[in-house]
């Protein structure tokens, strides 16, 4: 069953127009995962300049003695009937 040189052209032309879909679908999903790791990594540099700032303001609490203590939980004691 010989295809005509028309016909292979045709099949050709169509797999590479598939082809050709398909990297386009890929390249949509890299770019969204691109923009999405971008703004995680804005996210994660807004989180991080947050801690030091919270950490800065700490030092000087703990270099003055003014630490805040814990005060201990009381646990309940259940006792048991005999």
Same mark, same amino acid.
């Given at each position: 069953m010989e295809k005509t040189a028309m016909q292979v052209e045709k099949n050709v032309s169509a797999s590479f127009g598939y082809v050709? =879909?398909?990297? &386009?679908m890929l390249n949509d999903a890299f770019s969204d995962l691109? @923009? =999405? +790791? %971008?703004e995680l990594s804005l996210n994660y540099s807004m &989180? &991080? @300049? /947050?801690v030091e700032k919270l %950490?800065? /303001?700490?030092v000087p609490l +703990? =270099? /003055?003695n003014i630490v805040i203590k814990? +005060?201990?939980v009381r646990k309940k004691v +259940? /006792? =048991?009937k005999k």
């Open positions: 050709k =879909k398909d990297m &386009l691109h @923009e =999405k +790791v %971008q &989180l &991080l @300049e /947050k %950490q800065a /303001k700490s +703990v =270099k /003055k814990r +005060v201990p +259940v /006792k =048991k």
